[in-house]
């Protein structure tokens, strides 16, 4: 049997990009399915990261009801951060709440460790190196024999630029190979797949697009290798209904917003005498020298890391502090009886974040004189359910103004500094996330039109829709009936399920080890500090 429903992640995917090629007739699988298909900016989550955002995506629900609310986290009550793991989402997803059809889930983040399905999973994204990604475990090992294992995984940059331009462009010659190979083995009906090289593309070519640099033409590039990839699949399934989706978009990295330094100025931390151990100096050193060190020396590997990430929040006097910053502009008050030494009373609660709020949107860029801020948002007034407590007290919007909070939480005067180079290539992130990605679908049970915006959440009650399987009950999203065929809807009348499948996650499953592996795996990436 073939597909019949393939849904691809073009990680972090704009229009803005992917219009200018589309006009030039660059991209013609997406433009053949835009043509013919339906096409629309796709909103994505708060913050709008890869973790929480593809997790939204194929389970239909905000983060308040699926629990991942980033990456890197802090954990709840205390001061150290965290991994989160697929076991941590709490809400069924989409090859869950459709368990018939046979399904191969295909390097969607927050799915490592993999899980047993009708079908296969492929958890590349987030597994520590030499970790087992596949189940069934055959699939891992019948892939190793065909391509470079590497290859189908995501990647980092670990020499020169040039260097990480080719990683890609040969990451996506082998997927356009080996995920038909996989869709065909697996005898796949509804294939989901995460393609993450535009995005790490984009933050680190962004700077040089439309000048005379030898590597101006690498996004570009890389968006012609993704839709060369998105043909052959679309050519090897005619017959199947394709989504072409992004969990966010992009645009110029501005600078970065020391929010430290702004916490201290204000009077709302302290920072600590800075305390440097010879285990956490491991991080400044290059990736290759970390690497050797791992071998060498993994105990002491394991503590430099275990060190590093312990003080990723800031190295604060919490006795002295009413906030703090986690990783992705989400704002902590340093609350009594949440935190370990919180200062802040619940009493006190709502006017220290609205004291905060105000005075953080009215931080300008001496540059320009413009906000870094476009926006503020409280707990309640972005997240919903059973696990939104657990999301943080204001969630800032800097990507929409075209800044980012992290890596800079330093003393220091200056409150919008530039991006810091990474330690892998030496250079920084030129480009950072956007709200809005891009959704295009087409095939034969897709109705041809445009909307002038569509939600990430939308994504799996349509996916539902499009299967002919009842849509659960409180799911945030909507099937976009407008971008279905009519014929369909009417033989397969859109039919409400019962309430969403809760899933008990187990959490926890990474090792010191593993999870310093893929600490240091997103510090490349730029990830974390």
Not at 90 to 111: G, H, Q, S, Y
Not at 321 to 333: K, N, Q, Y
Not at 491 to 510: K, L, M, W
Request: charged fraction near 20%; include cysteine.
């Amino acid at each position: 049997m073939a597909p019949r429903l393939i849904v691809l992640g073009w990680d972090s995917a704009t229009f803005d990009v992917a219009d200018l090629l589309l006009a030039d007739g660059r991209l013609p699988a997406l433009g053949a399915l835009a043509e013919k298909g339906f096409r629309a900016p796709l909103r994505s989550t708060w913050p709008p990261m890869t973790d929480c955002a593809w997790t939204s995506a194929f389970t239909g629900v905000n983060p308040g009801k699926h629990g991942i609310f980033g990456s890197w986290y802090r954990a709840p009550g205390s001061y150290s951060c965290r991994y989160f793991s697929g076991r941590d989402r709490k809400a069924a997803a989409l090859w869950e709440i459709a368990d018939e059809p046979r399904f191969l889930v295909w390097n969607v983040p927050m799915t490592y460790p993999p899980e047993r399905v009708h079908g296969a999973m492929l958890a590349g994204y987030g597994a520590p190196p030499g970790a087992v990604v596949s189940e069934p475990r055959d699939l891992q090992t019948s892939l190793a024999q065909r391509w470079p294992l590497v290859d189908l995984l995501d990647r980092a940059p670990h020499g020169s630029l040039e260097e990480f331009r080719d990683d890609l462009l040969r990451g996506l010659a082998a997927q356009a190979q080996a995920l038909p190979w996989a869709i065909r083995e697996i005898d796949a009906d509804v294939v989901l797949a995460v393609w993450p090289h535009v995005d790490r593309a984009q933050h680190f070519f962004w700077n040089f697009r439309g000048t005379r640099h030898p590597l101006a033409p690498v996004v570009d590039d890389v968006y012609e290798a993704m839709d060369r990839a998105t043909g052959a699949v679309v050519d090897a399934f005619p017959d199947a209904d394709v989504l072409i989706v992004s969990d966010h978009g992009a645009g110029t990295l501005n600078g970065d917003i020391n929010v430290g330094a702004f916490l201290a100025q204000h009077g709302h931390a302290e920072f600590a005498r800075p305390r440097r151990s010879p285990a956490s100096l491991v991080w400044s050193l290059p990736p290759s020298v970390r690497r050797l060190g791992r071998r060498v020396a993994p105990g002491l590997a394991r503590k430099a890391m275990s060190a590093r990430l312990a003080g990723q929040l800031a190295p604060f006097d919490w006795n002295r502090t009413e906030a703090f910053f986690g990783f992705h502009s989400d704002l902590w008050l340093n609350l009594a009886g949440r935190e370990p030494d919180g200062i802040v009373s619940p009493d006190r609660a709502t006017a220290v974040v609205n004291e905060i709020r105000a005075e953080l949107l009215s931080i300008e860029d001496p540059a320009t004189g413009l906000p870094v801020f476009a926006g503020a948002h409280t707990r309640d007034e972005i997240y919903s359910g059973e696990h939104a407590a657990l999301g943080p007290d204001l969630m800032l919007d800097p990507w929409s103004a075209g800044y980012r909070v992290a890596p800079s939480r330093r003393a220091g005067d200056e409150l919008v500094i530039p991006p810091e180079p990474l330690a892998g290539v030496e250079a920084p992130w030129s480009s950072d996330h956007r709200p809005l990605g891009i959704f295009v679908a087409g095939g034969p049970r897709v109705a041809r039109g445009s909307a002038d915006e569509l939600n990430l959440y939308d994504v799996t009650p349509t996916a539902l829709a499009l299967l002919g399987a009842s849509i659960p009950e409180g799911l945030d999203g909507r099937a976009v009936v407008e971008a279905i065929d009519p014929g369909h809807v009417e033989a397969h009348p859109i039919s409400a399920g019962g309430a969403v499948a809760r899933r008990d996650g187990e959490g926890g499953v990474y090792s010191d080890a593993e999870a310093a592996a893929v600490a240091e795996h997103l510090k490349e990436l730029g990830y974390i500090e």
